[in-house]
Structures are given as structure tokens and as C-alpha cells.
């Protein structure tokens, strides 16, 4: 999973970087034109594979992980529409963005501190890049679209009809993540890579001071901020910083003195797997216990072929017990002796926590 983190400069974009990964990147080095993105891969913190590894002491733990890529966008870019392509492209490969916006009180004369303005600023700049790429699509399918095989004409006919519905929603500063798709049409945008379309967390980056109003500034917000796919978090982006440079029992003392019940790692991955509706399964065993992502909804065999083709080619049954159960049981050999494990076809849906152990046919 990649997440692209986005914001105006001095919205304590890479600040935020540093929170979620423990990195170190120069802070404020995009505000003065540096074009490369940071980017760093962070473990998924999950406490439930950590004690599924003390129960069976793996030869290896392996932690699901997400991708955190920290792009450049120039002073005044958004308010110009000059983002460059490569900076849109950097974002377009996003599964969702986090977008940073200053709420802590460093402001100017000219430019008082107002996160949602400064939201509503690029998700502005986002929706007219994608409405320059529908037009641009549209003017195509309009001539050469009317060309080739039935089959090809039929489709682009389609995809015509979709993005002339969309053009308008984008031209009044709509984003698409607020348009209802039916499943095909959203199959059938999938290469876009629309921005708006994106899922979004929006980070308020707030000072020390106001952390004992976290929650209302959140509650404020989702209120505010009322789109499909959206949430809404604040954070002290610099507190939250040093935390990540501390050792974890250094970083637990710092926090219990300051009232924080959870880093903003775990809690910013947390909301993220929410957004894009993802879940978290285990396979556990001596060699290894690992951490699997999935999306709500998908079955056994999709776990299987999350794990290697070769199962999901090969399914014959998936053995399956809760995190909970297993735990209470204390072993697999218990939990099968109790009735909690229990064998599973292709089609049933995988739930978060779930431990799931495919029976395949290497022959099929």
C-alpha cells in the first residue's frame, strides 16, 4: 500500500513524515524547491502478531507494511495551477493521500493560518487536473473513438457516456470521490488514477497547545469535510516527531506524561486501513507468523492468492480461527480439539484477525 502525503508548504508535510516513519528528512527543503519525494516503508504495527509470535516462537515475524512517499509541491503552485506532471504522477500513484494542513499559529499578515481554506486550496488544484484529463480524454473518443472494430467502438461509446457525466461534476469543483459509480464505471476509470478520486485523510497539524481540543478539532472537521472516503485527524505533527525518534518504552513514558494514549503511527495506519477498507489476516506456524492485508469482503481464496498464486490455483479448503479463539485456546491442536477451528470453502469472506492456514493441490 502507498500513501502519498500532500499540503501546502508549511503545513508540516515532511514533519508529519518524520512522525509516521521515525525518519529524518529535511524539514522544509520542499518549500525551498527540491523536487525529489521522500519516501520510506513502515512496518504495520499490530499487537495481535506480536503475541501470535510469542505463542509460537517463528523462526521470522513478518510485519504487513505501507509506503509513505512525501512529494514537492512549490510555493504557490496550488494558487497558480502549476503543479508540475512528475508531481501529479508521484500522486496519482497513491492507493490514498494524507493531507496536511497547518493548524498551528505561525501564520502572516497576508496569509493567516485556516487549514480548510488550505484544503479546499489543492483539492481544488486536484479536481482541475483531473478535468483537464477528461477533457483532453473526451476530445479524443469525440473523433478517433468514433473508429476500429464494433467491440472497440461500443466500449469507447461507454467510456464517453462515463466521462461527460463527470465533466460537469469536475467543472462546478466537484471532487469524484463525491459522484456515485457503479461498479463497472468504477472498473472502467481504474487507469485514470484520478486524484479526486482518491480516498483522503485530512492530517490538522496542530501545536502542543491545543491537543487537550484534539477530538473537537476532529469532530469540527468531519462535519466540515463531508465526502465519501474522507476522514479527519489532528495531530501535533512536531511532538508527534521526537516521539518517533525515541526507543519504545522512552516514547510510552513521554506520551503517558503527556496524556497521548497511541502514537500517531499506529492510529494514522489504522484510519488509512479504514479509508481504503482493508483488513489484516495471519498465517502462524514454527517457520513463521506473518501479517497479510486484504480488502473487506474478499474470500478465502482471494487470501490464498494474497499469499502465492499457487494456493489460490490450487485451493482445496482454508483452516481458519479467530485471533480471539486462538489465543484463548493457546494452540492450534486446542482450538481444533474445541471446535474453533473450522474448515472454510473459497467462498467464505475473511475477516479481520482471522489465522488461516490454505490446504491447496500442488497437481491443479
Known amino acids: 500500500m502507498q500513501v502519498t502525503i500532500v499540503g501546502l508548504p508549511a503545513s508540516g508535510k515532511s514533519t508529519v513524515f518524520n512522525a509516521l516513519t521515525g525518519g529524518h528528512a529535511e524539514t522544509g527543503a520542499f518549500s525551498g524547491g527540491r523536487a525529489a519525494p521522500n519516501i520510506a516503508v513502515v512496518k504495520v504495527p499490530d499487537e495481535r502478531l506480536d503475541r501470535l509470535a510469542a505463542l509460537f516462537n517463528p523462526r521470522k515475524v513478518i510485519h ?30 497513491a492507493d490514498a493521500l494524507l493531507h496536511v494542513a ?11 493560518v485556516d487549514p480548510w481554506r488550505d484544503v479546499e486550496e489543492l483539492d481544488l488544484e486536484f479536481v ?42 469536475l467543472g462546478e469543483g466537484h471532487p469524484l470521490r463525491s459522484i456515485e459509480l457503479e461498479p463497472q464505471e468504477e472498473k472502467r476509470l481504474r487507469g485514470y ?72 503511527r499506529g492510529r494514522v495506519i489504522r484510519l488509512t486501513y479504514r479509508l481504503l477498507g482493508l483488513l489484516s489476516f495471519f498465517t502462524a506456524g514454527e517457520d513463521e507468523c506473518r501479517a497479510w492485508t486484504l480488502h473487506d469482503g474478499d474470500t478465502a481464496v482471494d487470501a490464498a492468492g494474497v499469499i502465492h498464486s499457487d494456493l489460490a490455483r490450487g485451493f482445496i479448503r482454508a483452516e481458519v480461527v479467530t485471533y480471539d479463539d486462538l489465543m484463548a485456546c493457546g494452540s492450534l491442536a486446542e482450538a481444533r480439539r474445541r471446535g474453533a477451528l473450522r474448515s472454510e470453502g473459497k467462498a467464505y469472506q475473511v475477516r479481520d484477525g482471522d489465522v488461516v492456514e490454505v490446504l491447496f493441490n500442488v497437481a491443479r
Open 193 to 264: 488514477r484520478f486524484l479526486s478520486q482518491k480516498p483522503v485523510l485530512v492530517i490538522l497539524n496542530i501545536d502542543e497547545g491545543k491537543l487537550p481540543v484534539a477530538h473537537e478539532l476532529e469532530t469540527e472537521g468531519r462535519e466540515r469535510y463531508r465526502q465519501p472516503q474522507s476522514d479527519v485527524a489532528a495531530l501535533a505533527g512536531k511532538l508527534e516527531e521526537e516521539i518517533g525518534q525515541l526507543t519504545s518504552e522512552d516514547a510510552d513514558l513521554f506520551m503517558a506524561d503527556l496524556g497521548i494514549s497511541e502514537a500517531s
Open 102 to 112: 497547518r493548524a498551528f499559529d505561525v501564520g502572516t499578515a497576508d496569509r493567516p
Open 64 to 93: 504487513a507494511d505501507v509506503t509513505y512517499v512525501d512529494v514537492a509541491i512549490p510555493p504557490g503552485a496550488a494558487r497558480e495551477g502549476t503543479i508540475a506532471p512528475d508531481v501529479l504522477a508521484q500522486i496519482r500513484n
Open 128 to 169: 482541475l487536473a483531473d478535468l483537464m484529463v477528461v477533457q483532453k480524454r473526451l476530445e479524443k473518443l469525440r473523433t478517433s473513438g468514433r473508429h476500429g472494430s464494433a467491440t472497440e467502438r461500443e466500449t469507447n461509446a461507454l467510456e464517453e457516456e462515463l466521462l461527460a457525466r463527470l465533466e460537469p461534476h
